[in-house]
């Protein structure tokens, strides 16, 4: 059975579908949208094989199409398309439908603890790669977008976080539980969310904070170009 392939039109089956709602008209987004899911993908494949190349994760080919694209299933490919595509379209519904920036206050915050409290697991885990990359990246990141936008989107962006957390826990339930995907525990802490490694959620953070900063950077900038007065 093809459950990789079916979990990933399940995702973004209704974000695409729902696109087109008139309040939050996400299609509009699209041309900044699209290039922010191209750079998320170019750099989480090229991780994603050299991790699998390396054993710290991989696939069981009982639940793939058997099509592989650079060493990786195409299954896995697709994911890193519809998974930030339905990120975002999480992120810019929140954003339509609560006007309040509920976590503006204490973005700045949750920013700092994580910047200092990742690098530091990182250190001490350093053998566990799947757990040093990870939480390292995630805190540079973090330290990358402040200095671009400080704290103008994050608060809104940790929501988002907090509610694509539902259907994470339950796709990634799937892909860890028959396994679709397995870990090999000596890269990792060992710590599950049921089947879900802990590293997961810190992953998915990673990947819908690298597309949002692109995303909300050109958008950004394409506002600014609509607004520059022309000059003779």
């Not at 697709?78 to 954003?95: H, K, Q, R, S």
């Not at 049921?194 to 949002?212: A, F, H, Q, R």
Request: proline share 5%; glycine share 4%; with cysteine.
């Amino acid at each position: 059975m093809y459950i990789y392939l079916y979990l990933n039109i399940f995702t973004i089956l209704f974000p695409l579908l729902l696109s087109f709602d008139r309040k939050v008209a996400f299609y509009r987004n699209w041309p900044a949208l699209l290039p922010a899911i191209l750079v998320n993908a170019a750099v989480f494949i090229v991780w994603d094989a050299l991790f699998t190349k390396n054993g710290i994760w991989g696939f069981n080919e009982e639940y793939l199409t058997g099509i592989y694209l650079v060493g990786l299933p195409l299954e896995e490919i697709l994911f890193f398309i519809t998974v930030p595509y339905a990120c975002v379209f999480i992120y810019d519904v929140l954003n339509a439908y609560i006007s309040k920036d509920l976590l503006q206050p204490y973005a700045k915050s949750i920013a700092l603890v994580l910047i200092l409290a990742l690098p530091a697991i990182a250190v001490f885990n350093m053998e566990r790669w799947y757990t040093s990359i990870t939480f390292m990246f995630l805190a540079m990141l973090h330290l990358v977008h402040l200095r671009f936008f400080q704290t103008k989107y994050l608060g809104r962006f940790y929501l988002a976080y907090l509610v694509h957390l539902v259907p994470f826990l339950l796709v990634n339930g799937v892909l860890t539980y028959l396994p679709v995907v397995w870990y090999n525990d000596a890269y990792n802490l060992g710590l599950r969310i049921v089947t879900i490694p802990v590293e997961d959620t810190m992953y998915s953070m990673l990947m819908l904070l690298l597309t949002i900063s692109v995303y909300e950077g050109l958008r950004q900038r394409r506002t600014v170009k609509q607004y520059q007065p022309l000059t003779v």
